[in-house]
């Protein structure tokens, strides 16, 4: 039996889904207008576990997962215009590297991946819906939901009215009746994306993308809801005013599930306060991707989890010693003490310390569950001698440098080149990383 901790009950829950052939898990995805850093992994890991516990419980074919691709956007329209490009430049570029930087870390493809550009007309149909219910009203070509017309609205984050404007940073304009109201349709101006709608023609606001999406492909009502935490307001609070208004009560998710932050030092590790690490940066430095999942999977999902190097390099060493100790057992059965820990609200942390317990095929089988020792032993072995013969060289080309052999140091640099090994020479030494 699955338990879960649900945000909305505010309470751990038995995992019952509503029909076990067909489980419903919706997490929101990327808005994709750069490279994901290492906190936005956290949550397309988190959920891939989660994916694969479900699976193994239910069956392989009992779960339907969709995570959405957020492709229309204020950030990415201010994106194209810095690089003089159509929208569709920024959004193909970064999904494509999204995707890339997800599969290194094991994250498999979710079913289903909506975009929001390819789904306005869902969109437009549950706004239409929504004003004709008395839940929203257009203002000035835009569409506003209206917060007084819910008088559940809140549930999800239990904030008072004042914290919820304060929180939701909104923007007081004069077309709104209430500062709480939120945008669900927007005009766009001339050379600017859009659509036509019958109040003109504008683009969605990122609310409604997700409740119109969740309806469009997986139904009114959906056994897991999933994000990270600080979607819980206003996005997820909004997803559900929308969704409940628009289906005459009916629930949008029977659980809430959040992961916490990824911590860099004191602070939430995010763009807007210029202090990230991507996957692709680590990846680049010559760390698995593997090692990279082991890391964010060694805190319990809901807490904060510090960035460090000593971190990864714990992961590093915790791989390699689960490698030696599983060899080249195949086909084994999944341990109960790992199926358990997982089960209690997917404690990965005692789950991995129950493997590290176990040996052989059990041992992979068991780690799988989570995503990890997915290469032979022999292959990860191999992949570390690569590394450490490129730091060999590197040393070998500053020695050469030091005697001012530089022919030597560049002989280095380009053999290493034609292996596809780029070297960078900065100020704290040399770094390398694959072309
Ligand atoms: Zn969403």
């Known amino acids: 039996m699955i338990r879960l ?24 995805g990327p808005t994709v207008y750069g490279r994901a850093h290492i906190g936005n992994a956290r949550p397309a890991v988190v959920f891939d576990t989660l994916a694969r516990l479900i699976r193994h419980e239910f069956g392989e074919k009992s779960l339907i997962y969709a995570r959405n691709v957020t492709d229309v956007d204020d950030k990415i329209i201010a994106a194209a215009e810095e690089e003089g490009v159509k929208p569709a430049v920024i959004t193909e570029r970064y999904e494509r590297f999204y995707l890339e930087d997800m ?5 498999a493809a979710p079913d289903i991946a909506p975009h929001a550009t390819r789904e306005i007309a869902p969109m437009i149909a549950m706004i239409e819906r929504l004003v004709g219910l008395g839940h929203a009203y257009e203002a000035e070509g835009h569409v506003l939901f209206s917060v007084a017309s ?6 999800l984050s239990r904030r008072d009215r004042e914290q919820m404007i304060a929180g939701a940073r909104v923007e007081v304009a004069p077309y709104k009746r209430d500062p709480a109201d939120f945008v669900l349709w927007k005009p766009s101006g001339e ?3 859009g659509w036509d709608s019958r109040w003109g023609r504008g683009r969605p606001g990122w609310h409604i993308e997700c409740s119109a999406m969740i309806y469009e492909h997986l139904g009114e009502t959906i056994d897991i809801h999933g994000g990270g935490l600080d979607l819980i307001f206003p996005h997820h609070e909004n997803e559900i005013a929308q969704s409940r208004c628009a289906h005459a009560g009916a629930p949008l998710a029977r659980f809430w599930v959040h992961n916490g932050f990824v911590d860099m030092g004191a602070e939430k590790m995010s763009k807007s306060l210029g202090n990230i690490v991507t996957p692709a940066e680590l990846l680049a430095q010559g760390h698995r991707g593997e090692t990279l999942r082991l890391a964010l999977l060694s805190a319990h999902y809901r807490q904060p989890l510090p960035w460090t190097e000593t971190l990864v390099a714990q992961a590093k060493a915790t791989l390699d010693s689960l490698y030696r100790k599983a060899g080249d057992g195949e086909g084994g059965e999944v341990d109960e003490g790992v199926l358990d820990a997982l089960s209690d609200d997917l404690n990965t942390p005692l789950a991995l310390s129950r493997l590290s317990a176990l040996q052989g095929s059990a041992l992979r089988a068991s ?3 989570l995503g990890l020792l997915q290469s032979s032993a022999e ?6 001698t690569d590394a450490s013969g490129v730091e060999v060289r590197i040393a070998e080309r500053a020695q050469a440098k030091k005697n001012r052999d530089f022919a030597a140091a560049d002989r280095i640099r380009e053999e290493l080149k034609a ?10 030494g040399t770094t390398w990383r694959r072309e």
């Not at 599969?103 to 994250?107: Q, R, S």
């Not at 819910?150 to 549930?155: K, Q």
């Not at 292959?379 to 570390?384: H, I, L, P, V």
Request: include cysteine; charged fraction near 25%.
């Open 5 to 28: 901790y649900d945000t909305l009950a505010r309470e751990k829950r038995p995992f019952v889904p509503l029909n076990p052939k067909r489980i419903t898990m919706y997490v929101c």
């Open 103 to 107: 599969g290194a870390l094991g994250v």
């Open 150 to 155: 819910d008088p559940d609205y809140g549930v």
């Open 191 to 193: 050379g600017v994306i």
């Open 367 to 369: 780690a799988q569950l």
């Open 379 to 384: 292959e990860w072995f191999q992949g570390d």
């Open 419 to 428: 292996e596809g090994i780029i070297l960078e020479d900065g100020p704290g």
